[in-house]
C-alpha cells in the first residue's frame, strides 16, 4: 500500500533534525567513536512510524538505535515520536537498504533488525527479499561474527523461504523471545488474532 504524502512533510522533519544523520556515509567506519557512549549499535531496516523503534530504545537506553527508512512519510511519523518521547539513543537515517556498504564498516553494528519487509511474492523478486542471499552477504559485512539478525514477518511463505535461505547461507537460527517489541503492523495483526513468525539468525 503507498503511504499518503504527509502535508508540511519538510518543515515536519526539520523540527526533528537533532534525531536525524543526513549524511551517515561520512561516518563510515567511524560510529563507534562518534558515539563511544553507548555500549553497542543495533540497526532497525525500515522503521515505518516507529512503534517499535521507540520501545526498543527506551528499554536498552545503553545501545544506539539507528532506525533507517527510506520513505520519509514513515520516517517523519516515527521522528516525531522519538522526539516527543524525549528518547535520546535513536538516530534516523533516510537511506535504502542497497547502501548498507556506503554507511557502515566490517562489524559496526552488532545486531540488526528486520520486521515486516515487503514479501515480494513472485518468484523473479526474490531476490529484492530483505532475507535474499545477497542482503545476507551484505549483513554479514556488517555483523561481527556471532552478531544477530532479528527477523519478524506474518508471511508464511516468506518466513518458510527466509529459514532456508538463512540456513543454506550459513547462519544458525535460534528462537526470538517471546515479548519483544511490537510494530504497528504486529499489533494490528495480534489484535486480528493472525500467526505472527519470528526467528534470530545468527551470523556465521
Known amino acids: 500500500m503507498r503511504m499518503r504524502k504527509k502535508p508540511n512533510l519538510i518543515p515536519r522533519m526539520e523540527r ?4 536525524q ?29 516507529g512503534r517499535f523503534t521507540c520501545e526498543l530504545a527506551q528499554r536498552n537506553p545503553e545501545v ?15 521522528m516525531e515520536r ?7 539513543n ?9 547502501l548498507l556498504p556506503e554507511i557502515f564498516a566490517p562489524g559496526e553494528i552488532a545486531r540488526l533488525f528486520v520486521n515486516f519487509p515487503d514479501p515480494w511474492p513472485k518468484k523473479k523478486q ?3 527479499r530483505l532475507t535474499a542471499p545477497a542482503f545476507l552477504e551484505r549483513y554479514k559485512a ?4 556471532g552478531g544477530e539478525l532479528w527477523f519478524k514477518t ?11 535461505t538463512l540456513k543454506s547461507c550459513g547462519w544458525t537460527l535460534r528462537p526470538m523471545p517471546e515479548g519483544t517489541p511490537m510494530t504497528d503492523y504486529e499489533a494490528r495483526f495480534t489484535a486480528m488474532g493472525l500467526p505472527i513468525h519470528r526467528i534470530i539468525g545468527v551470523r556465521p
Open 154 to 164: 506474518d508471511n508464511a511463505d516468506l518466513f518458510d523461504w527466509s529459514l532456508e
Open 82 to 88: 522519538v522526539t516527543e518521547q524525549n528518547i535520546p
Open 90 to 98: 535513536v538516530r534516523f537515517l533516510d537511506r535504502d537498504a542497497e
Open 126 to 128: 526474490y531476490k529484492r
Open 21 to 49: 544523520i543526513m549524511e551517515p556515509e561520512a561516518l563510515l567506519g567511524r560510529w563507534g567513536e562518534e558515539f563511544s557512549s553507548y555500549r553497542e549499535i543495533w540497526l532497525e531496516l525500515g522503521c515505518g512510524k
Open 64 to 78: 544506539l538505535l539507528l532506525a533507517l527508512e527510506k520513505v520519509p512519510d514513515a520516517m517523519v511519523v516515527a
Open 16 to 19: 526533528c533534525a537533532a534525531v
Open 142 to 145: 556488517l555483523l561481527p561474527e
